[in-house]
């Protein structure tokens, strides 16, 4: 249940169907980086926001980040910074798109 739902600008996104992949999101958010909010400390080629958490740990979770959808209009300033940080400390080959 999303309690807030009802303030969204559009409807919730599946990222996955794989029960291990949705562990893997959990379990990642103790290992988030935590720059200074609104900075660009890690060189990332923008600020670090609320939405690099959710797409470094998208990203590390193994889903393509790039192919999730935004809605009409919107914008998701520190994404890209997000992207660009978990890329830059994955394994090679351990980061492939998800179910």
Wanted: hydrophobic letters at 40%; one cysteine or more.
């Amino acid at each position: 249940m999303i309690p807030d739902l009802g303030y969204a600008v559009a409807s919730p996104v599946r990222v996955t169907r794989d029960p291990a992949i949705a562990q893997q999101i959990l379990d990642l958010l103790s290992s988030m980086p935590t720059p200074t909010w609104g900075r660009d400390e890690l060189g990332a080629g923008e600020m670090w926001s609320c939405n690099s958490i959710i797409s470094w740990v998208l990203t590390r979770a193994g889903v393509d980040a790039d192919t999730i959808p935004f809605p009409p209009r919107a914008r998701a300033p520190g994404w890209d910074a997000g992207i660009t940080v978990a890329r830059r400390h994955a394994p090679s080959g351990q980061l492939s798109p998800a179910a």
